[in-house]
């Protein structure tokens, strides 16, 4: 398949598919209490952000292989165009900065018809930089952070929620973290972005009462196999790879199945949250600071 040539920020890249299946369909699924009784969504449209790799590339090819329309919106034109040439025809790549609000805007309003009313939205991009404590970060990691884990997803947000209360169906996904509940040295700002997500994601719920909009918060704990140890240390691989050393996390593959799983219950069905680890993480005890003898 010939891959797409790149194009400017906020543009689609490729020609939309002929054809659309229809949007927001359901089909029954067996349940314990009877045969086929119980419908389950099936997104006929979704938007991933973030997607030229890690959680974002997992996610557009876990929609894609239940037959989605799929939106892949990253900074990386190459990596989309890869990525859309490997699936086909319905997923369409986006070249889109979430930091820019309105190339944010534009790029929702200039969707091809086929792809205009996404019953999905993931709200994935993000990125962790640095560990160091407080008083020795980085004030432009903490900035890149803000920009890009809060108010970029907010800026997908808005843009998309206007369609998605006025057709009365819809669901906004967050992507948040542990480390928005549980603090530990060096995740200052990382964890605040966090924190930000899993309670935006909670007043929204309550915000779209009534609208059949429905709001998720999916929450990891370590996750190998992605860049995004890489980028927290700056591209040192040795310090990435040492995060994992002697356990198995989980993959992007684990948090695209529960992006799909949630997406996928019955249009009465609100998952509010899902935080999973990997059976080798857990809880330890408070640190303590002792004067000595």
Not at 76 to 81: G, K, N, P, Q, V
Not at 117 to 125: G, Q, R, S
Not at 219 to 230: I, K, L, R, V
Request: charge should be neutral; charged fraction near 20%.
């Amino acid at each position: 398949m010939t891959t797409p040539p790149a194009t400017r920020l906020g543009t689609p890249l490729g020609p939309p598919p002929a054809t659309r299946p229809a949007t927001g369909t359901t089909r029954p699924t067996t349940g314990t209490t009877g045969p086929a009784t119980r419908p389950a969504t099936r997104p006929a449209t979704v938007w991933v952000t973030g997607a030229s790799s890690g959680f974002g590339a997992a996610i557009v090819r876990r929609f894609a292989a239940d037959g989605a329309r799929v939106i892949a919106s990253a900074r990386r034109a190459d990596r989309l165009a890869t990525l859309a040439a490997d699936l086909g025809a319905h997923v369409l790549p986006l070249t889109l900065d979430v930091r820019d609000q309105e190339a944010v805007r534009r790029a929702v309003r200039a969707l091809p018809e086929d792809f205009a009313d996404f019953d999905v939205l993931v709200n994935n991009a993000g990125l962790a930089k640095g560990l160091g404590p407080a008083h020795e970060a980085d004030p432009d990691d903490w900035e890149q952070m803000l920009d890009t884990n809060c108010k970029g997803l907010l800026h997908c947000t808005q843009a998309a929620l206007p369609g998605m209360v006025a057709r009365g169906r819809g669901h906004v996904v967050n992507l948040g973290s542990v480390a928005g509940s549980y603090p530990y040295p060096g995740g200052n700002v990382y964890g605040a972005t966090k924190a930000f997500v899993h309670q935006f994601s909670l007043n929204l719920r309550s915000d779209l009462h009534g609208t059949g909009v429905r709001v998720t918060c999916v929450e990891p704990g370590m996750c190998g196999g992605t860049e995004f140890s890489t980028v927290r240390f700056q591209g040192d691989r040795e310090k990435a790879d040492a995060v994992y050393a002697g356990m198995r996390p989980l993959s992007a593959d684990d948090i695209a199945e529960s992006v799909h799983w949630a997406t996928s219950q019955p249009p009465h069905v609100n998952v509010n949250t899902i935080e999973l680890m990997p059976v080798a993480q857990s809880f330890a005890a408070f640190q303590v600071h002792r004067h000595s003898a």
